[in-house]
Nanobody, 124 residues
Framework: QLQASGGGLVQAGGSLRLSCSAS????????MAWFRQAPGKEREFVDA???????SYTDSVKGRFSISRENAKNTAYLQMNNLKPEDTAVYYC????????????????????WGQGTLVTVSS
């Protein structure tokens, strides 16, 4: 089970840190990722981290968002800085199968396990 938390309302330019905690299974050897879905839009990839620490992110968050993981706590984080109104969305965490190649990290269909989402609202 994946539990996403940390969302909320923040002004443009502000910061939030999302957490994704896994329970019932150790995920230290699995990929963890964040996707988001804005109202009326399709779910899109945000950031991902492999068990080795290799990361992948979408260009729109480059230099602003950073993914990390704390395997001892079975948790991944998404640090979001300099938030913009266009970052407003429900953010979902996902866990892969441990065998994802780099080019598939941004594909939602590659992740079999999903959390329930946490809402991030950025006001202008």
């Amino acid at each position: 089970q994946l539990q996403a938390s940390g969302g909320g309302l923040v002004q443009a330019g502000g910061s939030l840190r999302l957490s994704c905690s896994a329970s019932g299974h150790t995920v230290s050897r699995y990929e963890m990722a964040w996707f988001r879905q804005a109202p009326g839009k399709e779910r899109e990839f945000v950031d991902a981290i492999r068990w080795s620490g290799t990361t992948s992110y979408t260009d729109s968050v480059k230099g602003r968002f950073s993914i990390s993981r704390e395997n001892a706590k079975n948790t991944a984080y998404l640090q979001m800085n300099n938030l913009k109104p266009e970052d407003t969305a429900v953010y979902y965490c996902a866990v892969g199968n441990g065998r994802l190649i780099l080019s598939s990290l941004n594909r939602a269909e590659a992740y079999p396990y999903w959390g329930q989402g946490t809402l991030v609202t950025v006001s202008s």
